[in-house]
């Protein structure tokens, strides 16, 4: 029988051995657990709020309150859905405008109450329609990304799966990004690329590596400040990864919250 060490060594080689379509492709896995599942497994007593009060709730964007390792937080995630019927009410991921602003209007209260805010996101990108379009998609996310530069309490982001061009960036203006290691981020989906930048969709492994966009990339351009180990989703990931992210909001709760927002500002410009 083989030790647990050559174990965890011969399964670290073979993520080596992944090409970023290979994670791609992981990234958009069905059995991956959603944000529902993150929130479920780190988020005790949670409160679902609804509606952008504005127009209408977003199944899409699950956002609430509760408490994580007895610190009350915001938080919020984009939703893909499990089965079909799940997938089909979540739009698959794809939030609406009225999500974003639901997001945001969840921010604000945080701040209001001095919760620091989790985002979970996964997502291929925000919702494709002209009704997304006549209710303002761009202008939402632009609100969210100039608000959660200024806002005055702690934002961690944690990519769990897929994280598509603006509609990940909606809510991931945030202090600090975590991703999964099987996880992507990136400006455009590598069908996309190949499609407009090479005209050949058959082109999508080479797309899926020039983009960088698979963790260890992200890692080393600095747009992620963590990679975590997905460790089979086991219940002792969501345990480490809660306590990670309660030590995490510990840490930055200290800081005064114009040095804060400073700091946060500053890790975009120095991109």
Same mark, same amino acid.
């Given at each position: 029988m083989a030790s647990k060490s050559s174990n965890a060594k011969q399964s670290a080689e073979e993520k080596k051995e992944l090409t970023p379509y290979d994670i791609v492709c992981m990234s958009r896995d069905k059995n991956r657990p959603t944000a529902v599942k993150y929130i479920r497994n780190m988020i005790d007593g949670f409160i679902e709020l609804k509606g952008d009060r504005g127009f209408a709730d977003?199944?899409?964007?699950?956002? +609430?309150? *509760?408490?994580?390792?007895?610190m009350p937080v915001t938080v919020i995630g984009i939703e893909k859905g499990v089965d079909t019927a799940d997938k089909i009410k979540h739009n698959f991921g794809g939030a609406a405008p009225e999500g974003y602003r639901k997001a945001l209007r969840l921010m604000r209260q945080a701040e209001k109450f001095h919760r620091p805010v989790l985002n979970i996101v996964d997502t291929s990108g925000a919702m494709c329609g002209i009704g997304a379009e006549e209710r303002g998609e761009a202008e939402a996310i632009a609100v969210n990304l100039r608000d959660m530069a200024g806002l005055k309490t702690p934002i961690l982001s944690l990519f769990i799966g897929e994280g +598509?061009? *603006?509609g990940a960036l909606g809510l991931a203006v945030a202090d600090e990004v975590w991703i999964t290691e099987t996880s992507t981020y990136s400006v455009i989906s590598p069908e996309g690329c190949a499609s407009i930048l090479y005209k050949d969709p058959s082109k999508v492994r080479e797309a899926a590596k020039e983009l960088k966009m698979t963790a260890p990339d992200l890692l080393l351009k600095g747009a992620v400040e963590r990679v975590l180990s997905e460790d089979g989703f086991s219940d002792a990931y969501f345990e480490s990864l809660k306590r990670e992210v309660y030590e995490f909001f510990v840490r930055k709760s200290e800081i005064p919250t114009d040095e804060l927002v400073d700091a946060?500002?500053?890790?975009?410009?120095?991109f």
């Open positions: 977003d199944p899409a964007i699950v956002g +609430g309150i *509760g408490k994580i390792c007895g +598509g061009s *603006g946060r500002y500053s890790r975009f410009r120095s």
